[in-house]
């Protein structure tokens, strides 16, 4: 695929290196905010001041001088200290639409030289409770990352680790058993909804024992887990059980690789990892005194298990209780011969609601359910990844499920709804999107929708490089304004042939756009609306 920035940027980016005595030289193109400054400008000029000793306005107008008319400028002027602007042609802008054309909802897509297999854990709850909000926001982060990253031509493996083992599970089973038998769950156990909903669904003797409730118990609590997930359009591939590191003896075999390498030391009759060396902020213990295995003993097993599998990078999606297991991980792998920076942590923080439409509900705590009755899976995924993962995000149900500019979800989806409407429109009419061949030149509002086409391939590209959905968000938003401009201005469905094919392309390829897009981060692109 073209990178039509770069195309326009090559020649500048040559005549600064010749005055620079072939020193290369970096050019940023930027969209000026007055149209009339020009369809793109540089400041390459007063940062070659220094280095020159010149004044930047002389600079650029000798790049000015040195890229001639023709071709993909129809015109360059030097305004200001020193800036150089550029009027593009319409030459520029008939390639631009035929190549986005042509790729369809493929356009953006990557094809990268080094084809990584990429595990992304995502969600990965304790299997004692429903699907809260904050979870929810891990699994449309996780997910939408992963789509991301395949966009951008990489092996994506989406996992979900049941901690199925230990006291918390014990007591789990024993609350739905107290439960059942109209008793309060032991000290420490499980007091919410989820254990009495259970305790009338199993058929299990009241009488019968702990181990054989929380048997009967955490299976169904699985498969609740699991429902509310595809709710959310999050596809799991893999349901990755904790039991199973200790049952097939991976624990055993992870500390004894640790060990073999010199990083594995018996302290105080408990067995420690020697992760302090490594970056963590002190030694963790895998063996307790008692000889039971700590969680950090079952994670250092978990993180071999996902390397011998193939995966040459692993991505752990961690709420902000778990900032300190950034390091730990990352001491864990370097512990047992990995590269420390093949493990990504993204540590996403808290998430709230607010707005009447949530109603009733019980406690401080609303579940992934709850917020889909509220205001529906588009929103719900929309909203989830409207903020970067590093910032805290309240919701507001009601602007959430208003149908006016105000709330974005709507917006982008009507951008998207009202591109497929002209279509429809236009084929009734026996006309449509062409491949090329126009000789119309576009006017204001078609360049600056064509220009924030031209972006999309860095936008999809930098928000999969940098585990940041919300790019695409932000995109989106930027994409549906100019559409609408677009669409509200201009006759699309023009009586001149050549200026309606080219306009009816290039509103295909912005319905293309958005519903890709929208894809990526899980919601969908309704035709009509």
Same mark, same amino acid.
């Given at each position: ?33 007055? +149209? ?28 000015? +001088? ?15 200290? &020193? ?69 951008? &031509? ?262 998207? +709804? ?44 930098? +928000? ?66």
């Amino acid at each position: 695929m073209t990178d039509l920035i770069a195309r326009l940027s090559a020649p500048i980016a040559g005549a600064a290196a010749a005055l620079a005595d072939g020193v290369p030289v970096d050019v940023a193109l930027e969209r000026p905010a007055d +149209a009339e400054h020009g369809d793109y400008a540089t400041s390459v000029a007063l940062r070659l001041a220094p280095m020159l000793r010149r004044s930047p306005r002389s600079i650029a107008e000798d790049i000015a +001088a040195r890229i001639s008319d023709g071709g993909d400028y129809a015109g360059v002027e030097v305004a200001g200290a &020193g800036f150089v602007n550029l009027h593009l042609s319409p030459h520029w802008y008939h390639d631009a639409v035929a190549e986005a054309a042509a790729a369809g909802t493929r356009y953006g897509a990557g094809a990268p030289a080094a084809r990584r297999n990429i595990l992304v854990e995502l969600v990965s709850a304790n299997p004692t409770g429903d699907i809260t909000v904050a979870s929810a926001r891990n699994g449309a982060y996780g997910d939408a990352v992963a789509r991301l990253v395949a966009f951008a &031509g990489h092996d994506v493996v989406r996992e979900y680790y049941f901690n199925d083992q230990g006291g918390q599970i014990d007591k789990f089973g024993a609350s739905v058993r107290a439960r059942r038998r109209g008793e309060e769950p032991p000290e420490g156990g499980y007091p919410g909804a989820e254990p009495s909903a259970l305790a009338t669904q199993l058929d299990v003797d009241p009488d019968a024992s702990v181990e054989e409730w929380t048997a009967a118990a955490v299976p169904l609590m699985f498969a609740r887990i699991k429902a509310s997930l595809a709710r959310l359009r999050i596809d799991v591939d893999i349901w990755f059980s904790e039991r199973e590191l200790h049952s097939s003896g991976a624990v055993d075999r992870a500390l004894a690789r640790a060990r073999a390498a010199g990083h594995v030391y018996d302290r105080d009759g408990a067995t420690w990892l020697a992760t302090a060396q490594f970056g963590d902020d002190k030694d963790r213990v895998l063996i307790k005194a008692d000889g039971v295995p700590t969680y950090f003993a079952a994670d250092i097993a978990y993180i071999e298990h996902k390397f011998a599998r193939g995966h040459d990078r692993l991505l752990y999606i961690l709420g902000a209780d778990h900032h300190g297991y950034v390091a730990r991980l990352q001491a864990a792998a370097a512990c047992l011969g990995h590269d420390p920076a093949a493990v990504e942590v993204p540590i996403y923080q808290m998430v709230t609601v607010s707005g009447e439409r949530m109603g009733k509900r019980r406690g401080n705590v609303v579940t992934a359910d709850e917020l889909i009755d509220a205001i529906g899976v588009d929103a719900a995924r929309f909203f989830l990844v409207q903020r970067s993962h590093d910032q805290t995000m309240d919701i507001d149900l009601d602007l959430a499920v208003r149908t006016e500019r105000e709330n974005p979800v709507y917006y982008v989806q009507y951008a998207h +709804a009202r591109a497929r409407s002209i279509l429809r429109r236009a084929a009734e009419e026996g006309t449509g999107p062409t491949a090329g061949g126009w000789a119309h030149a576009p006017e204001r509002q078609e360049r600056e929708l064509v220009k924030r086409l031209v972006e999309w391939p860095q936008v999809a590209r930098e +928000a999969a490089d940098r585990r940041a959905p919300h790019r695409v968000v932000a995109y989106l938003s930027q994409l549906a304004a100019d559409f609408h401009v677009f669409h509200h201005d201009l006759r699309v469905l023009h009586d001149d042939a050549d200026v309606r094919a080219f306009r009816l392309t290039v509103t295909g390829c912005v319905g293309d756009t958005i519903g890709t897009a929208l894809d990526l981060i899980g919601v969908e692109a309704p035709d009509a609306m």
